[in-house]
């Protein structure tokens, strides 16, 4: 996913957003502001927002700190209340947000925005709740003998950082970071995308009359629109933080990660990914008029702008091969093109189209800007040898984060691995074999492979789909994550991003969390006792 | 924990040990060298262990990234059978071992080496195989209406660096990081320790002849004695590496950190703590003479060189109070003198005191060199007010490695609080607090605080016990480790620490490993099968 940074401005103030700062909406002391700007019509929208001071993130971070102290003892069925309270108050002002995220983001309003974004959003926030209440996440361990307990508990105050294309799943004070963030008991700072503060605005104002209705305390939830890069790096590094999770650009991902290493904070990534997809000799034959629309229709939905994009294909050279190239190169062609959410979208697709020609690749089909409504580029399909992409493999694997594709056609089965040797980390990998088994000698040679490299392996569908189910891994090896242990989608995993592992040594009984006292709290928490699992208490 | 640093010397070659590269012992291509000393008597030891170049490290990388790709599918029980038959070889070893670890660390044969610490080494080792047997701790997770599923499964090739403290129970290819690595299916680079390279050596011949019983793939163990920092630096940012376990001082530590945070590369680092313990005022009343004695007594047991060893004090000042200072200082008077693992430890823990008494810490018994046999360092008592260590926090929680400790004596609560407030991350925080409750008001001020700042928390008793359970957590937040939410002792949380999520979307039943099937492949792995809990089969 890719950060939009607008130039500050320094323009006439027309109405310029407060952050919200302990329980309150407060106006900036900062002296810059910026606008978001529709897509759609490139102009930029009335509201500005502030770009906060070093000194008003000191005070974010005292008010986070405060609050994490308060809530360090609570019981999971506050921050489950607060959580589903939020949900419902989300669903409630559903029109509100479509049409403001439609604004600032030009994604459609149906599906997209209303049908799919937005009841995900608010289930996430359920299943967080859910998973919070039920207490299971926490791995609640006891050892009788030793008289020794541990569980996974807060982390600390956590900051979110939301990317440009999703302004409700993963919105900075709405989605899956934030979810999993306060199920764990953490009072959550927000950092807005400076693509959609409106949008992220609208959130906060339910957060905060959530928040409130629920009793959480002041600082449980605040927001800022957007910091220096410097600030930035002080922000994620200060010793009040307990962790960090970041949805955007590679570039900004890693100079955070930088400063939040130093310091042994965790942070959690979510950078770049190109997805490849293989298919085999066999299902060419096979389907290959089905496989160019499927393949079409993930590459160019919302014009390309999702993290798991299929942006690198790989394929085995071959006179079907080619007309499977030209068929996905009519699609492209044919097929409408989308908007782009922002300027700096277009400018670094723009970029990384000219990269990969630098580097070889070819021009099957668009390949220019334009050829739709607002920011928009023609839908793009390139092709490469497989000898040159392992020749220039860093180059060719540049996340052209929009509606493009690059085709990597191996001259043979050798050919093939070294491409798959030579890959870098990514979210998913997908594998398309025959259905009679005429593929699985190749596909036993690539799956273990790619294994390694992938956080998602499918086989036989695309990989933008990305189901908010226990078993997704919505992670991978780096570059896609910081981390390839930790899932950015799927409670209870991604909650643990958030948790501290908190062993109690001979801790006097009434002095224990609720999860480790002899009494199972809610009879239905799965605890490991004396080396079993079990939902009982302890005998 | 402190990493010993030999100075390369060219002296005439005696013997020159082989490392252990790809399944053989060959002659190392470098040209320094280097010897261990014997601590008791400070003269080095015969043998002579290869500086290996980057030359060898390359291979070795080679031979584990092959390792890793034939083990990638293997059943559980392989790795288990190789982990017990290793284990039942060291307890076959154990004299050899325990002589050559005694003259290389001058730890006391018994009860320390043959005892206590051997046993558990190989207890280590079968707990890790059971673990890895038995499978639950992979979480298998099966969504089956969205057919996705997903395990933990091998992170790839892992770099051990053991430490100096424990020769067995963290030896870089026979303890913790070693046994949850092989558990997690990984093949492991060996990395000993330049203390006790003998020890390493005799744990490589049995590792290695227990893998050629087990067709464990050449590459599976492999054994390196040193490297020089760079190479040390580009081994653990290869893109061959899967992980890295360290242990030991924190410079070398955050060294090796930041290479492979640039790259991604998950580090587990273990790399200083300074233990706090409390001594609430009504305890004192109770019990000052019992406490004096078990806290002597778990501060200079081994020389005090355990990672948990407590090293700062924290007390409310008053009469009773000086009275419990004054006996503390006569049982470390009285004491006698251990010796230390060898020179630098010596060097560190002399440097350190000179810091801590640069800060305004007082001497209250020992602070200087001698006392012993060898390498040692009289028994030393430091003390300093509440008001100078908050104002020298950094400086006052530098790590005096070693026979030492510092009392902090905080003139109010306020001061005690800000005292709590001013801690760095510590594997672990202890508070003795009065029998009859008459304490409880202070505890509930300070516990709450120390919770944050501390892997494993522990009320009225000393932390060096570092029992082998699952709810152990020897980790804690940075600087103890680089993140709060792993562990080095306990399975199955410790494996975790080795292992990638893989998720599965839509792959092809006969193509899935064996935990992910419908059948459970144990019928008694835990797996959460449409989001219950499970050990049967998904119906």
Redesign the interface.
């Known amino acids: 996913m890719l950060s939009i940074v607008h130039t500050a401005q320094k323009v006439p103030r027309m109405s310029v957003q407060p952050i919200l700062l302990n329980g309150q909406w407060t106006n900036s002391t900062g002296s810059k502001r910026f606008q978001a700007v529709n897509p759609k019509t490139t102009e930029p929208l009335a509201d500005e927002y502030p770009i906060s001071t070093w000194e008003e993130l000191d005070q974010v971070l005292h008010a986070a700190d405060q609050a ?2 308060t809530v ?2 609570w019981p999971a069925e506050r921050f489950a209340a607060f959580l589903e309270r939020y949900a419902d108050r989300i669903d409630q002002q559903s029109e509100s947000l479509v049409n403001m995220a439609h604004l600032e983001t030009g994604l459609p309003v149906e599906p997209r925005l209303k049908v799919a974004e937005l009841p995900r959003t608010s289930n996430q926030l359920r299943q967080a709740a859910s998973a919070a209440q039920e207490g ?1 996440w926490k ?1 609640a ?3 009788k ?2 008289n ?3 569980q ?2 807060p ?2 105050p956590v900051a979110v950082f939301g990317p440009n294309n999703f302004p409700f799943a993963f919105n900075s004070i709405a989605g899956g970071d934030f979810a999993a963030a306060v199920a764990a008991g953490n009072p959550v700072i927000a950092k807005g995308h400076s693509a959609h503060p409106g949008t992220t605005r609208l959130f906060a104002m339910e957060a905060l009359a959530a928040a409130s209705e629920t009793d959480m305390p002041a600082g449980f939830v605040q927001l800022i629109y957007r910091t220096s890069h410097d600030d930035g790096c002080k922000l994620v590094s200060d010793h009040r933080l307990g962790a960090v999770g970041y949805t955007g650009s590679r570039s900004a991902g890693l100079t955070l ?2 400063a939040a ?6 942070i959690y990534l979510e950078l770049s990914s190109i997805n490849p997809v293989y298919f085999l000799p066999q299902v060419i034959q096979e389907k290959a008029a089905e496989l160019a629309e499927q393949f079409a229709g993930s590459c160019l939905m919302g014009a390309g702008q999702f993290c798991t994009n299929p942006g690198l294909v790989v394929v085995l050279a071959g006179p079907e091969t080619e007309t499977f190239i030209a068929q996905i190169g009519e699609k492209f062609r044919a097929a409408p093109v989308g908007t782009l959410l922002g300027s700096s979208v277009l400018g670094s697709l723009t970029s990384a189209v000219k990269t990969l020609t630098a580097n070889g690749a070819q021009i099957v089909a668009g390949g220019l800007p334009g050829g739709g409504a607002g920011f928009c580029f023609q839908n793009t399909l390139l092709r490469v040898s497989g000898a040159k992409f392992v020749a220039n493999a860093a180059a060719l694997q540049t996340e052209a984060f929009g509606n493009e594709s690059l085709i990597v056609v191996a001259a043979d089965e050798e050919e093939l691995l070294a491409v798959t040797e030579a890959l870098e ?1 990514n979210l ?1 990998g997908c594998i398309y074999s025959a259905t009679d088994g005429s593929d699985d000698e190749l ?1 036993d040679k690539i ?3 790619l ?2 490299k992938v ?7 695309m ?1 933008t789909g990305v ?1 908010v ?5 919505h ?1 991978g ?3 896609a ?7 950015a989608v ?1 409670i209870p ?1 991604a909650i ?2 958030f ?10 009984p009434h ?1 224990l969390p609720p999860a480790l006292q002899d009494k199972n709290p809610t009879g239905k928490m ?1 605890r ?1 006792i004396n ?1 079993q ?1 079990s939902q009982g208490d302890v005998g």
């Open positions: 994490a102290k360090a003892d299971s791995m361990t006891i050892d003998t030793s020794i307990r541990s996974f508990g982390i600390g990660k930088q290493d130093a310091v042994g904070k965790p980390g998913t596909y799956a273990p492979r294994r390694t956080g998602r392996l499918l086989n036989d569908k990989p189901a189910v226990s078993s997704m891994n992670g090896p780096f570059p994550t910081g981390h390839p242990g930790f899932t799927g995993a643990h991003r948790a501290a592992l908190h062993s109690y040594d001979a801790v006097r002095r799965w490991l080396g699992w």
